[in-house]
């Protein structure tokens, strides 16, 4: 009885992060959002809302991870399918963009939070975005033997323009994100020759 009970308070849990993330839109953002908006989405009284986040804000931090982890997820996808015999710029933008396509709600929160109002999330979206830079470091001192420092700031240069077009693409419509995802990996490739060939003059 008490496992059961565990599950169904998980379930609902689950319930108001995906209600949450479901209300989010190119009109509506996190910070415009209500408690009570979010437990009628999710099928819960409002008072229930308290029995899973101590807050809004709460809720609103633990989207800001889940959005973070999933997208650091599908990019280890890519890596395998780079391992597969795809090329890693092209492949990892072509993820990039079907992760847009399929949950532009969780990275418009990723980009609004960023520069949005709140200290805490501002902070937890900048974790995020290291924890990926970090990961793209390292898989880039594996495959090129560019030193970490090389390799960081070459990581950086790629997080900042992929997410900012990543922004661009949001309202875009199938062909025009495809053609900006061209120019991406084109862009993608100066920095990455662009690197190499300073680690080979340096």
Not at 70 to 80: D, E, F, K, N, W
Not at 110 to 133: C, D, K, M, P, W
Not at 172 to 177: K, P, S, V
Request: net charge positive.
């Amino acid at each position: 009885m008490t496992q059961s009970r565990q599950q169904q308070k998980l379930k609902t849990r689950r319930a108001i992060i995906d209600a949450a993330f479901g209300l989010l839109d190119e009109q509506h953002s996190f910070s415009s959002m209500s408690l009570r908006e979010v437990a009628r989405a999710a099928g819960i009284a409002p008072t229930s809302f308290y029995r899973h986040f101590k807050d809004i804000d709460e809720l609103g931090l633990t989207l800001v991870d889940e959005a973070g982890l999933t997208l650091r997820q599908l990019m280890r996808q890519a890596r395998v399918r780079i391992a597969s015999g795809g090329g890693v710029i092209s492949t990892s933008i072509d993820t990039f963009m079907e992760f847009i396509s399929a949950n532009s709600n969780i990275f418009r929160l990723l980009l609004r939070e960023h520069t949005g109002t709140s200290n805490a999330f501002r902070a937890a979206v900048f974790r995020e975005i290291q924890h990926f830079t970090e990961e793209l470091t390292d898989y880039t001192v594996a495959t090129t033997g560019l030193n970490k420092k090389l390799a960081n700031l070459q990581a950086e240069a790629m997080v900042k323009l992929v997410f900012s077009t990543g922004a661009e693409a949001l309202d875009l419509d199938t062909t025009q994100r495809e053609q900006l995802a061209v120019r991406l990996k084109i862009q993608l490739r100066f920095i990455t020759n662009g690197s190499l060939e300073y680690a080979k003059n340096n």
